[in-house]
Every structure is written in C-alpha cells, then in structure tokens.
C-alpha cells in the first residue's frame, strides 16, 4: 500500500461526503413536490406525462396498488426487451448486422436489466444492436434505478407519516425520479464522457489497419449515453465486453474517478433524504456513517490484499503487488477501490478482472454482495435494505432494554420484524441454493474456468452476484448455458421482488401507526451505540450465514496459497 494510494480513497471519500447533503437537499424537493430549478422546465413535461398515464401527484395508493404498478410495469418492460432481442436482426440500427439472440440468453439479459442486475452472459459489441443498447438497455437502465429510488421513498413515507394510508403514488415516484434526478445529469454526465474521448455516435464499425497490415475492426456506438446512466443508476451493463476496462468506456484517471463518484452519489444522498423525511438528519447520517465504516474496512483489507502480493511470485524473487488482471492505467490502489464501489453499490461495472483478484481481495466483493449491498447500494435499493436490518436491530435492541421496539417513534411489532426477515433470507435462498445445485452438476462445474476452490468461488461469485442484483463477474465462469441463463435469471428475480415486496409490506404497515413520543426508556437510534449495533447486526447475520460457503471457496484458496499450491 502506497501513499499515494490511500490518498485517492480519501479524496474519493471526502468528495462523495460533500456530495450527501446538497444532492439529498435536492433530492427530497423533489419527492416532496416542491419548486427546484429545473421547475420552470420540467413541471410542464410531468403533468403532460400524468395526462397520458391518467393519474395526478395529487393520486396516492395503498401499498397494494403501489406494488402491483410496480411488478406489471417490470413485467412490460421484460416483456419489452426479450421482444427486441429477439428481432433485432430484422428491426433498425444495427450497421453490424446482429442477429436475433437465442431465447435462453435474451430471457436471461432481459431479466437482468428489469431488475437492474444487467448481468451480462454477452459480448455487447459482438451481440447487441445500437437499437437493443439505446431503446432496451438504456432505457431499462433508468426505469429500474427510478423503480429502485421509488421503493426507497415509499418506505421513508411509512415511517414519516402518521396514521396514514398510503405510501405515495408510483407513477409519479418513477417520473420524478428520472424527469428530475437521473435524466438532467446523465445529460451533463455524456457530454463530459464524450469530451474526454468516449464514443457516441451511431456511425458503423471503423476498419482500421494495423501496422502488421492486418484488418481490425473497431467497435464504436451510442456508448457515452449508456455509460452514464449505467454508473449513476448503479447498474453496470457495459456497452463493450470488457467494460470499464475498455479505453472507449473508460479512457483515464479523469472518467474513472467520475464513474466511481456516479456509482456511490444517489445512494450516498439518499441516507440524507432518509433524515430529512422524517426530521431528523442525524438518523440519516447515521445509517451513512454505518456505511461508511463497512466501506472503508472492506477497501482497507482488498486494498491490503492486492498490495501485498501474490507469494509464490514473491518466492521467485519478483516483488511487488498483484497486477495481474488490471489496468495499469489504474494501478492497484484504484482497481480495489472501484472493485469495492462498484459491489458495495449494485453496480456491475468493473476495471479489472475480479478473478484475478488474490483469494482475498476476491472475497471482498463477494462480502459486499452477500451482506445484501446495503452499503450504499443500489440507487434507492442500498437504502430500502439496509432498513431491513434496522428494524432487526431496534428488535434486538427492544429485547435488551425490556421494551417493543421503536424506530422513529413507530412501534416495530412481529409483522415487520417477520417480514424484514424474509427480505433478508431471501438472498441466500438464491446465492447458497443454486450454488449447492450447480456444484453437483457436471455440465455446470464444467463450465468454470478453474478447479478447486477457485472455481468454488466462481459459482459462488456468479449466484451471489445475481441474487445481490450487482451483476459483476469473477470472469472465469462461461454463464452463456442452457442451465446458467436460467437460473441466474431465477435468481435475479428473487434477489429483486422477493425483497421489494416484504419492504413494501413494512412500508404499509408502518404509515398506519401513529408515533409515539420518545420517553425514557427509548433507545436513541442516531449515536454512536446504535451504529455499532447496526454493524454488529449486519456482520453476524451475513456471517453466520455465508461463513460456511467462504470457508470452503476464498478462504481454503488463500491458506493454500501460503503452502504453494495454486488452482
């Protein structure tokens, strides 16, 4: 570890800290209807969009109705997307001339984008068409982080409003999310891609000629547009295979540090949302200083990892940290950092190759997904998960002090307590499930690119990721089977509405309470004490859960590599 490593994290950090309170201020303006300056604008293009759906801001709906908007119009747009796969050979803007894609992997990639996973079993550049990039992935890259900061409101309202009855409107939630909030920066986020060197055209293919004299083809494409909406909207599905890695999408120091900023902003800013909804921001700066602490001590230990070194190299009389697998653009320091951002954040974009990653450095990622991305997370789903394990927590704390349980002054009764649960438990019913499945399954252990533990943890890698709707890759894995299609996809869905319906359910359950003024015996909820707890919640849960997984795949991999043996 260099110093002039921990320096970029610390100006990283400290750019994204100054970013929380004025993009939350902004933020809850918006959700709460009130005059921003985008207003004059924008407020005309709102309503006329409320005239063509045939609802009103001033409609609001029970959690039911808000829920079922929410699964049909995800459901359209699945249905949408596998459509334009399917006959993208026949439909326009496609100067490559891709074909239709095989039904397994069009299910797949739409699955994966609806639920803002954008997994992606496809080279971009070799399978998709300008068309299926702009109107499929790139639209899906806005609704579903604009679905993902309207579960997030929805939420906030059940425990900011009293004796209520509903939670908002959906419709309205989902275009003020990206009429205000996603669409006006994405704009200034592609003109400054394509100033620093990133394509955005719908030109052909360049042939080129090397200086060898052979012919190369150079992908290029409307790549500056999906770029930005992919990293703000923390949803990854990069343009080119090689991703972030690719000079197109990430051409210097400059757009990588914007794109690592983008991945972390809106979830970052919503915790302050949180605070301000339900007048108190300390209750919001302390679920971000919650984050803050997993984050960091997750990008000291990769950083520490990738730093040291690979031994057996070492042994060899070759010092030096592990390179292999990343830019040299990006050096050692920024590569763990983005690696941690970007599964931290349900972000599958990446700058360096994860299975190349020493056993440790790899089993971060894997962490941050398991513990179910709640450190800053996903736009709005970062938010809505790390909740879930409030109320676990205020419930552990209720039972040491004596008392139900209270958070925000609403009572945390069975219901929500049972229903944060199976938010919680769903996710390692998908990742520890399916994983178990595909172990014993010759086809499937065939397509690792490793054996042993490290091809253990490719499988792993792969459930986690889908479940976690982050949508990163270890790399080894060859995913575009009959089997892997899927049953990630299963797991996308899972990892996706098995979590939006509990939270909504809680979300509905609390706007009908009343509050209830604190008194002596209430545990306060914004310190320090509270904090820890919330870590220690957090840890013991996902330890004693994928422990197990982590013993057998990372961990065996990395005491194995202190005896010299390699996979």
């Not at 747009?77 to 459509?83: H, Q």
């Not at 994405?186 to 090397?210: E, F, K, M, R, S």
Request: hydrophobic share 50%; aromatic share 10%; charged share 10%.
């Amino acid at each position: 570890m260099t110093l002039n490593g921990w320096i970029q994290i610390l100006v990283y950090c400290g750019i994204i800290i100054l970013l929380v309170k004025p993009l939350g201020g902004y933020m809850t303006r918006v959700f709460n209807g009130e005059r921003t300056f985008l207003s004059p604008v924008l407020v005309p293009v709102e309503r006329g969009l409320y005239r063509i759906a045939g609802t009103s801001e001033r409609d609001e709906q029970h959690w039911t109705t808000y829920t079922a908007a929410l699964l049909l119009f995800s459901l359209g747009g699945l249905i949408v997307l596998y459509a334009l796969q399917r006959f993208q050979g026949i439909l326009p803007y496609n100067p490559a001339g891709m074909t239709a894609t095989e039904p397994g992997l069009a299910f797949n990639s739409a699955v994966s984008f609806v639920t803002n996973t954008n997994w992606q079993n496809y080279g971009g550049e070799s399978s998709m068409s300008y068309l299926v990039q702009m109107a499929g992935f790139t639209v899906q890259n806005f609704v579903s982080a604009a679905t993902g900061i309207a579960i997030a409101i929805a939420l906030i309202r059940g425990f900011a409003r009293t004796s209520g009855r509903s939670v908002g409107n959906f419709w309205v939630d989902l275009t003020r999310s990206t009429l205000y909030i996603l669409l006006p920066i994405c704009i200034v986020l592609t003109l400054v891609y394509v100033y620093l060197g990133v394509p955005q055209t719908l030109g052909t293919y360049v042939d080129a000629t090397t200086l060898e004299g052979a012919k190369q083809t150079i992908a290029v494409g409307p790549v500056a547009s999906q770029l930005a909406i992919k990293m703000l909207g923390t949803n990854g599905g990069g343009f080119f295979n090689a991703n972030s890695a690719h000079p197109f999408e990430n051409p210097d120091a400059i757009s990588n540090f914007i794109q690592m900023v983008s991945i972390f902003a809106i979830g970052a800013a919503l915790t302050n949302v949180f605070g301000r909804m339900v007048g108190n921001q300390r209750q919001g700066w302390a679920l971000f200083a919650a984050m803050g602490v997993l984050f960091l001590a997750g990008v000291t230990a990769c950083y520490w990892s990738e730093a040291a070194g690979n031994p057996l190299v070492h042994a060899l009389g070759i010092d030096g940290g592990n390179m292999e697998g990343k830019e040299t653009r990006f050096g050692i320091a920024l590569s763990a950092l983005f690696a941690v951002i970007t599964t931290a954040a349900s972000c599958g974009a990446v700058n360096a190759m994860h299975d190349s990653f020493m056993a440790i450095g790899g089993m971060l990622p894997m962490i941050n997904m398991m513990l179910g991305e709640v450190i800053i997370g996903g736009v709005g789903a970062g938010l809505y998960g790390i909740l879930l394990y409030v109320v676990i927590a205020v419930f552990v704390a209720g039972l040491m002090v004596g008392r139900t349980p209270e958070y925000l002054g609403k009572k945390i009764e069975a219901k929500e307590v049972k229903m944060a649960m199976l938010g919680v438990l769903c996710l390692p019913l998908a990742m520890l499930g399916f994983t178990a499945i595909a172990c014993v399954l010759p086809s499937a252990v065939a397509a690792t690119g490793n054996s042993g533990p490290h091809g253990f943890s490719e499988i792993l890698y792969a459930y986690t990721s889908a479940a976690a709707n982050n949508g990163s890759a270890f790399g080894g894995l060859s995913g575009n089977t009959t089997w892997y299609n899927l049953t990630l996809a299963i797991g996308m869905l899972m990892g996706r509405f098995f979590v939006i319906i509990p939270v909504m359910a809680i979300a509905g359950s609390l706007v009908v309470k009343k509050t209830v003024p604190e008194s002596a015996g209430t545990f306060p909820t914004h310190g320090g004490l509270f904090v820890g707890l919330l870590i220690g919640v957090i840890l013991i849960v996902g330890g004693l859960t994928f422990f197990p997984a982590l013993a057998v795949g990372p961990i065996v991999e990395h005491l194995a590599i202190g005896l010299g043996q390699t996979f």
